[in-house]
């Protein structure tokens, strides 16, 4: 509301209502002159109550105030939006309505932060991409620089005097021990909370997991270090070593946690990425709209001010704001984010408008319709939010694992620490607790937090080297069972850039002659058939001639007069306007389209000319591929939005099996989700905007290195060169990095599965002794390395 001039009040009658009026209906709220003046900011509708020191902003001769500098920013912003009343017009998306869920457990669903009852990690919003850095993170990144910091000299305390390094020497064995205690407490009390939250999380939900085996063992080896570090007294005498010490595990409980960390990092870092697709989405849309008033006059508007109704202008070269319709000018509009293909559309009076395509050449105004989130690109952010938070990480299979072990391991440990409590000779609970952690500790396995990022690593190497880009594991994962792909056609089956195929004479011109004129008619466009005519004259090497009164017909064709000649290129309709007679070529056109290409005719001086024809070529390898994958018992399947007759003819040159035309990319991603349905494995490949959501529905998606980015982003996996033969080197490498992910798995449980019995004290009445916790902890650092060694065969794998 505003605040008016001493005069002003002076001049209004009792009883009239001003802009400024307080809530009591006085002017500029006043009531009297010894109290508080009381305004209403116009952004947030706060009350100002001392209006002298507020900041205040001028705007069609009234003044406005406003309860801080951050309203009057956003006033200034777009003070029409805000005078004019449509502000109360503007549906907000509350932060209650945000959702959040575990991306290892999607059917989990919670209105606010917190952590996963199943598996305790983060929950992460749906829908939204985090403007800042991942809290998470950030945190485990410090707390793995923690654990390593007090790890790699631990280790170096404990396995020197192994490799040669008289370390311990240098300070006593006592001393020594003291030091462990010093450098693991840290990384055990402090770095490695929140594993032990999870850990505790799902104890109490009885969801037994990875993290209730680190919790257990840790705390075992742990907790048993520090009792034999300071009350060695309890333990019997065979435990004791020169100096009256008893052995100590802390390295094993600091290395387990450094380790933990590293794999945790490289998967939040993995996982970090799948919001780029959303941000790159959102940068489609411009920040601004240009909003044209009913006086005629023009200003850059906050794109969440629009509604429904705002008249914009579009000019050459900008994006498209929201959805709407073009109510003046005429222009190509390059849609590609919606269609995928890369001929540019006409748009005139009375055609729809999509937010985020690309106005190529001319001025438009448009009428907005849907904005906000009702927009088409806001709707496709949503359809790649929501695909990508459906998948579930390949951890899962170790937790599946994790939980049968787990209880059995507990009870094991459980049983041994009571029969050697009842039946174990003296002192019977030293021997029941030393069995007992004994267990935990071989059982704890810490290569389990190694097993899947260190294939994942190799891997991704190994697939860099052959133009495969690896997001995830959860991509190589299912790309190995794939049984259907989905192809794009432009970008993925074709180059993507129309080209001239084809220049057929219907006269006595040269053909030539009919290039050389149709170019110089099409030099001045920007239209993609045109530059690819353009284009074919120059690979000629033919000159192009003078062009005057040059005119743009929609939707049927151009004309002009070249060296003075009349010359018109185009459609049927456009020669039909023209009174030409089409009849004698219209069966070799149709020919031309039929092997997928656009066919144009070209008039000279009232008389058809000649045919050219323009087409986007299909890849070199792209049969010899497709090929490839049906000798692995893939169907093939195509999804573009070119028209059928096009499609046809390219599924029929590349011998495709299924054939799915003029598809928008909600259909793209409903063909995805059906075949799911029907229990198919779908990988999609494609390269294009609109290729987003069905690529991140899919069970793992492919793109195209030379695409747009968010299909990149909404990819598991990328082929840097585009090249289709890419799928099937990336299938063999899914094949070997799940295959290696699998025995990795096995060595993060075998060595310790095995050495179980002989922890909890089978061999006792056999041998006399018990194993020793060193021994435990030296087979569960023999599955790391196990896991470490099988995971670098990766490198050498044939591709």
């Keep these: 509301m505003s605040e008016k001039t001493d005069s002003e009040h002076s001049s209004e009658t009792e009883g009239e209502s001003t802009r400024g009026a307080g809530p009591d209906g006085t002017a500029d709220g006043h009531a009297h002159e010894d109290e508080a003046q009381a305004l209403i900011d116009p952004v947030c509708g706060m009350t100002v109550t001392d209006a002298d020191k507020a900041p205040q902003s001028e705007f069609g001769g009234d003044n406005y105030v406003f309860c801080s500098e951050k309203c009057q920013q956003a006033f200034l912003t777009d003070p029409y939006f805000y005078t004019s009343g449509n502000a109360g017009r503007v549906t907000q998306t509350m932060a209650e309505d945000t959702t959040y869920t575990c991306p290892m457990h999607p059917e989990i669903i919670r209105n606010e932060p917190g952590s996963c009852p199943i598996c305790g990690m983060a929950l992460e919003p749906v829908g939204a991409a985090p403007d800042g850095p991942n809290e998470e ?304 500790i071989i059982a704890c396995p810490c290569a389990l937090g190694l097993a899947t990022p260190m294939s994942i690593m190799t891997a991704t190497g190994r697939g860099a080297q052959a133009g495969v880009l690896v997001k995830d594991a959860q991509a190589l994962e299912n790309l190995g069972h794939v049984d259907v792909l989905i192809v794009d056609k432009t970008g993925t089956l074709t180059v993507g850039k129309p080209q001239l195929t084809d220049v057929i004479r219907q006269s006595h011109h040269s053909k030539n002659t009919i290039l050389k004129l149709a170019a110089t008619l099409e030099k001045g466009s920007e239209h993609p058939l045109a530059e690819a005519i353009v284009q074919g004259a120059e690979d000629d090497k033919l000159s192009l001639e003078t062009m005057i009164n040059f005119e743009a017909i929609t939707g049927k064709g151009v004309i002009g007069k070249v060296t003075g000649r009349d010359v018109a290129l185009g459609n049927d309709a456009l020669m039909e306007a023209l009174g030409i007679d089409t009849a004698q070529a219209a069966p070799v056109a149709e020919e031309l389209r039929h092997a997928g290409k656009t066919a144009m005719f070209v008039a000279i001086e009232g008389e058809l000319a000649g045919i050219v024809a323009v087409a986007d070529p299909v890849k070199e390898n792209a049969r010899t591929s497709i090929s490839a994958l049906h000798e692995q018992n893939i169907i093939v399947v195509m999804a573009t939005g070119d028209n059928e007759t096009t499609a046809n003819a390219v599924a029929a040159q590349l011998g495709i099996d299924e054939v799915h035309a003029g598809v928008l990319p909600a259909d793209k991603k409903r063909l995805v989700d059906d075949l799911k349905a029907q229990g198919s494995r779908v990988a999609m490949a494609g390269d294009g905007i609109n290729d987003a959501p069905a690529l991140a529905a899919a069970d793992v998606g492919i793109a195209m290195g030379t695409g747009a980015d968010v299909a990149v982003e909404s990819a598991g996996i990328t082929l840097l060169k585009g090249d289709l033969s890419g799928i099937v080197r990336a299938r063999n490498l899914a094949r070997a990095t799940l295959r290696n992910i699998r025995q990795n798995l096995f060595f993060a449980f075998a060595y310790n599965t095995a050495g179980i019995p002989i922890a909890a004290g089978i061999l006792y009445p056999l041998t006399g002794t018990l194993l020793s916790p060193m021994l435990a902890a030296a087979a569960m650092s023999l599955s790391s390395v196990s896991v470490i060694t099988n995971a670098l065969r990766l490198r050498t794998v044939k591709l």
């Design 137 to 440: 993170l950030t945190d485990f990144t410090l707390r793995l620089k923690v654990s390593l910091i007090c790890a790699i000299p631990l280790l170096i305390l404990t396995m020197g005097p192994m490799v040669g390094i008289p370390v311990r020497s240098l300070f006593g064995e006592k001393i020594s021990i003291y030091i462990e205690f010093v450098l693991a407490s840290p990384v055990v009390l402090w770095a490695a909370l929140p594993f032990f939250q999870r850990g505790l999380q799902s104890m109490r939900t009885l969801n037994f997991n990875m993290w209730t085996l680190i919790t257990l063992g840790v705390c075992a080896a742990y907790g048993y270090s520090v009792v034999a570090t300071f009350l060695p007294g309890l333990f019997p005498a065979k435990f004791q070593m020169d100096g009256g010490h008893v052995p100590v595990y802390f390295e094993a409980a600091a290395v387990i946690i450094a380790l933990i960390f590293a794999g945790q990092v490289l998967e939040l870092r993995a996982r970090e990425r799948t919001g780029d697709a959303i941000r790159a989405l959102l940068d489609l849309a411009p920040k601004t709209a240009r909003r044209i008033l009913t006086d005629g006059s023009e200003y850059d508007a906050p794109l969440e001010n629009i509604i429904g109704g705002d008249r914009l202008r579009v000019r050459p070269g900008e994006r498209v704001p929201v959805d709407g319709v073009v109510v003046d000018g005429r222009s190509a509009v390059d849609e590609s984010m919606i269609t995928g293909e890369p001929v540019a559309v006409e748009k005139a009076e009375g055609d729809g408008l999509t937010g985020g395509t690309l106005n190529k050449n001319g001025s438009l105004v448009m009428a907005a319709q849907r904005v906000g989130s009702e927009t088409t690109l806001a709707q496709i952010v949503n359809m790649v939010s929501s695909a990508q938070h459906s998948k579930a990480s390949i951890q899962g299979l170790a937790d599946k694992v994790a939980s049968y072990f787990v209880p059995t391991v507990v009870a094991i440990a459980i049983i041994a620490f009571i029969v050697w409590l009842a039946v174990g000779p003296s002192p019977a609970f030293i021997f029941a607790m030393i069995s007992a952690v004994s267990v935990l």
